[in-house]
């Protein structure tokens, strides 16, 4: 098999989605899960506007999108159907059938009065449903919904089964479950902690299966390792941290790397990094890598070891402006981008650019505060 490095290095632009009317930042993307070998996949887009966008994958075209909903904070496809979700500033997390032209969500998941989402995450076997809150009159909640289909309740909206209140103390930022147990679940917040639990546990006390310590502000968490058992951070200044849950009952440390500042001491070939935007653990070689930009556009892929990040390649050519989202498709290798010039970008292995209207470079003013993300001046990113 072509070295993974080797792969990312010979990324090229076979697509890039067409103008919209309304130009926006794209702040988050992912891929149906699904098989549709007759409509092809879909991919899930959120914009600045409050919108989602339904793009088929390979034409990368708009297919449908739903409009008017401000306050969305990510987009995730269900696992085994193709429901779209987000959370939503209003104490809701909205679900929308990707497949049906009704721009109205088929479920809304409410929350408890008061709840401002910011974070959510479905489990692997799309049982669960799990948002993270602002902090609001000092709690900051991780509420939990049962997102079963049941033929007996048609009802459009669900409660709450429950909620864990004592794990964090200030915004919870990022919710991810493990990818293939449905009960583990990896918290974040602004409060610097980033709390595993096993939710199969009768209470929260019981749940808290353990707690790392970035240090600074948490913006995305992901798992990564054989059988998933690490799990790694990123901060809103740009810091690095990578735990391996393995060591938990053994006198090995916990952590496995912690660079508090990746921006100084990451050596860049040709230039430099200005933010970073999340990581993607490759399954197939058990490598961990980190992605990050600058705010012209260019895309920096990292690989991550426990001596530290090493500058694998850079992806040039493609946007203008900050990336702010990507997604990583394991099947065929491609990689979806997005970023603050409106672009929708697909990337494969030595392909050719279909199209050849490359855009002018575009900026976008947007009156957006995305509250999750927030970057010092000099490094404006997710």
């Given amino acids: 098999m072509e070295k993974i490095e080797e792969q990312f ?22 891929t149906s899960k699904t098989v549709q070998t007759e409509k092809g996949s879909l991919v899930a887009v959120l914009c600045s506007n409050g919108s989602i966008r339904i793009h088929d994958k390979e034409r990368l075209n708009v297919i449908r999108e739903f409009r008017g909903y401000p306050g969305l904070n990510g987009v995730k496809f269900a696992n085994s159907h193709d429901s779209v979700y987000s959370s939503c500033t209003d104490g809701t997390v909205k679900c929308w059938d990707a497949r ?10 409410k929350g408890y ?28 909640l991780l509420v939990f919904w049962d997102a079963r289909i049941n033929s007996q309740d048609l009802s ?13 103390s200030d915004d919870i930022t990022q919710v991810r479950f493990h990818p293939s147990n449905p009960n583990m679940v990896v918290s974040g917040s602004t409060d610097g902690l980033v709390n595993v639990f096993d939710i199969s546990a009768d209470n929260e006390d019981d749940a808290l299966v353990t707690t790392c310590n970035s240090v600074s502000s948490v913006s995305f968490i ?50 430099i990094l200005d933010y970073l935007i999340g990581g ?47 997604c ?16 929708l970008l697909l990337w494969k ?20 505060h995305q509250r999750v993300r927030v970057h010092k001046m000099t490094t404006i990113s997710q």
């Fill in 113 to 140: 009065p008061s709840n401002i989402f910011i974070s959510f995450d479905i489990s692997s076997n799309d049982h669960v449903i799990c948002a993270g809150t602002e902090k609001v009159d000092d709690d900051a």
């Fill in 9 to 30: 290095a010979n990324l090229n632009i076979v697509k890039r989605s067409s103008e919209t009317k309304e130009p926006t930042y794209l702040l988050g993307i992912d």
């Fill in 280 to 326: 993607l653990y490759h399954e197939k070689t058990d490598k961990l890598f980190v992605v990050g930009g600058t705010n012209t556009g260019i895309i920096r892929i990292m690989n991550c070891m426990t001596s530290g990040l090493v500058h694998v390649t850079s992806l040039q050519g493609g946007h203008a402006a900050t990336v702010r989202s990507f």
């Fill in 100 to 109: 049906l032209a009704s721009g109205k969500p088929v479920q809304l998941f």
């Fill in 349 to 368: 292995p030595g392909a050719v650019e279909k199209t050849f209207t490359k855009k002018d470079s575009m900026k976008i003013a947007s009156s957006v």
């Fill in 222 to 271: 992901g798992w990564s390792g054989k059988d998933y058992k690490q799990i790694y951070c990123m901060t809103h200044d740009e810091g690095f941290c990578w735990w391996d849950l393995n060591h938990l009952d053994t006198d090995e440390p916990i952590t496995c790397l912690n660079v508090p500042d990746v921006r100084e001491v990451i050596n860049v070939k040709e230039g």
């Fill in 156 to 168: 459009t909206t669900k409660e709450p089964l429950g909620a864990y209140s004592e794990t964090h």
């Fill in 328 to 343: 990583w498709n394991m099947q065929d290798d491609s990689l979806l981008t997005g970023g603050e010039d409106a672009q």
